[in-house]
């Protein structure tokens, strides 16, 4: 790994840029820059240094011919927030920029995104292929709203061959492959370019939720998928204050998503998390340096403690996608999941930890532990938990951004005693 103490990345990965890298930066600005500088663009003359929070409900417009103009796409403006406003259209151009997409389009949350997604592909009789490893979410949403709309979600595993898994359940009436990579909360990992190419090849969309490793440790679109979705909620925001969700891709398929899921549906996102999600990506870049050191260092310490049975860490070699993810990712991720005895183990774990929280979100600063089985199915047995798709000896791991050493020693006070 190319981290040391405390998760922080070596010296020389901030040497100064050599000539050739300074002639690529004319061509395109690093990651870094960009999370800084991109959407941010002074458009009202009195170049602040944050972008200002438009927070208004409505914006005037001299005569009525102005208005036609803006509502018709004729003339830049703004009518209504829940249609668009201005920093929120800077959050989703600094999006835009980092996934390398021609739009973005935001929501208001990272649900009401997968959601529109979804319905905006999707008519009755309509089929999915999905990963069997999404966000709970995200079942959710295919057992209790796509059920409605008669519109059946074919699964594969992230372990089988694609080619042969999906030509199998493919037919005319699929519209889209939907997939995480790495997933949740297994951190199974998926080849992207097989995707897409199976999603170009059968003539249906391809889109991932690419909450987890974010656009800086991976660019779906390079891959080939045509679409991309994030709960911004969670790494984009990273400070855990603010719920909001957005969609990048083409320009065609984004328009449509705001003039049919944005405007009638009305999940928009609000100017304020707008803000704040701009100042979060602000810190991107160095943030995931430190959430994925972290996460390197106590996968190896969990690989090897006696009292785990198995660890779910990307970056290790015994990991069945490392070679996968080696090839799409720049680095492995900030999460971790581990496996335990038995889940009065798991519980026991959980209750002693004192400075790591438990609760089901992740991509904060504080790190944080979830155990689903327990939290979700306290009832349910080991057997009708995998009936579920739930591993019910499964700890899911949000590295936050203290001390590795911290986080360390708390983890290992709390396998004492067990």
């Not at 405390?6 to 050599?18: A, E, K, M, V």
């Not at 668009?84 to 208001?108: M, S, W």
């Amino acid at each position: 790994m190319r981290y040391v103490r405390n998760g922080l990345p070596r010296d020389s990965d901030h040497r100064i840029p050599g000539k050739e890298r300074r002639q690529e930066m004319k061509k395109r600005p690093g990651f870094g820059t960009l999370t800084v500088h991109a959407g941010e663009e002074d458009r009202s003359g009195y170049h602040p240094s944050s972008m200002p929070l438009y927070q208004s409900s409505t914006f005037f417009f001299g005569d009525t011919q102005s208005g036609v103009d803006i509502l018709e796409g004729r003339k830049e403006g703004y009518i209504y927030t829940r249609i668009g406003n201005p920093t929120v259209r800077a959050f989703e151009d600094k999006i835009k920029a980092l996934e390398g997409t021609e739009a973005a389009v935001a929501f208001a949350s990272g649900m009401a995104a997968i959601a529109a997604v979804l319905l905006e592909l999707l008519r009755p009789g309509d089929e999915v292929i999905s990963c069997r490893q999404v966000y709970g979410g995200t079942t959710a949403f295919y057992e209790n709203i796509l059920t409605r709309l008669n519109c059946p979600v074919h699964y594969f595993h992230p372990q089988e061959d694609p080619d042969e898994k999906l030509t199998a359940v493919v037919s005319k009436r699929t519209k889209l492959i939907f997939f995480e990579t790495p997933t949740n909360p297994e951190l199974s990992i998926v080849d992207m370019a097989r995707i897409a190419a199976l999603a170009k090849g059968h003539k249906i969309m391809s889109v991932i939720d690419n909450t987890f490793a974010t656009p800086y440790l991976q660019r779906p679109l390079a891959s080939g998928i045509d679409c991309v979705v994030h709960s911004a909620t969670k790494y984009i925001g990273g400070h855990g204050d603010a719920i909001g969700g957005v969609v990048a891709g083409s320009r065609r398929f984004v328009t449509r998503l705001r003039q049919s899921m944005l405007l009638s549906h009305g999940a928009c996102l609000s100017p304020f998390n707008a803000w704040l999600f701009l100042r979060g990506l602000r810190t991107l870049h160095v943030r995931m340096d430190r959430h994925c050191g972290t996460a390197a260092a106590l996968a190896g310490f969990l690989e090897g403690h006696t009292r785990v049975r198995s660890v779910l860490y990307p970056g290790l070699k015994t990991h069945p996608g490392h070679a996968t993810a080696k090839k799409q990712m720049s680095d492995f991720g900030g999460m971790v999941a581990f496996r335990l005895a038995d889940r009065k183990a798991c519980r026991r774990f959980i209750d002693r930890l004192k400075l790591c929280r438990t609760g089901v979100s992740l991509g904060d600063t504080e790190t944080i532990m979830l155990h689903p089985a327990n939290l979700f199915y306290p009832k349910l047995s080991d057997a009708e938990c995998l009936r579920k798709g739930v591993d019910p000896l499964l700890i899911r791991i949000s590295t936050g951004l203290e001390d590795a050493e911290d986080i360390l020693a708390d983890i290992e006070q709390a396998l004492k005693t067990l």
